[in-house]
């Protein structure tokens, strides 16, 4: 069981506009998108790596370059595309499957509506993106639907979470490595994250 709360000053303080009620959706986008830059910088530090050999300008040289098994990053609609952007900055050949879920107003259990995933996922490291992990439902949810697919190598990104999400994946899915943001104080008697930011996809798309 892990979890890795990236609390660099750049991510701290982008997260800190991401929650002001006042950052408007144009520029809630693009923090969010550079905020998952910057958490794939450390979710993707144990990639594997090779000795390639190149020629320079000036001579021969070995150098490194990935190698091992390729990527997958699996975003959680709706809120997850805007990550799933994001990381494809860094590593454009990766293979992006979808999972749709929301959550049931009242009772706040995940509804899924939607799963395409790459057809070799078992092949690949899967990186799961939601912004919110709130209740975990909808995380445990597309965690286990991966794992039907095959997917063994798993870690989930999220910008923020709740202690309770945490928990909920960390039992169901001991295996999976966390990585966040910043770990949030509770949730309140909706399910929302507190402080939080509020509801993500309504932030991104505006639907509010
Ligand atoms: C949000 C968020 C997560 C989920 C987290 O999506 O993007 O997917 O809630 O909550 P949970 O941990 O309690 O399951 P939402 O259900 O609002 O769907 P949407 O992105 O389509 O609006
Ligand atoms: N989904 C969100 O978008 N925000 C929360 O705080 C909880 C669930």
Redesign the pocket.
Known sequence: MSLTVINHPLVQHKLALVRDERTGSKDFRELVTEITMLMAFEAMRDLELEDVEITTPVQGATVKMLSGKKLALVG?????LIMVDGILKLVPAAKVGHI????DPVT????RYYAKLPSDISERRVFIV?????????????IAELKKAGASNIKLL?IIA?P??VA?VQQAHPDVEIVVAALDSH?NDH?Y?VPGLG????R??G?K
């Open positions: 959680i609609l709706r809120a997850g749709g879920t929301y959550r706040k259990q995940p509804v939601d912004p919110m992990l709130a209740t975990g439902g909808s995380a445990v949810d597309a999220n709740a309770e999400g909920r949730l399910a994250i509801d993500a996809g309504d991104i798309y639907t």
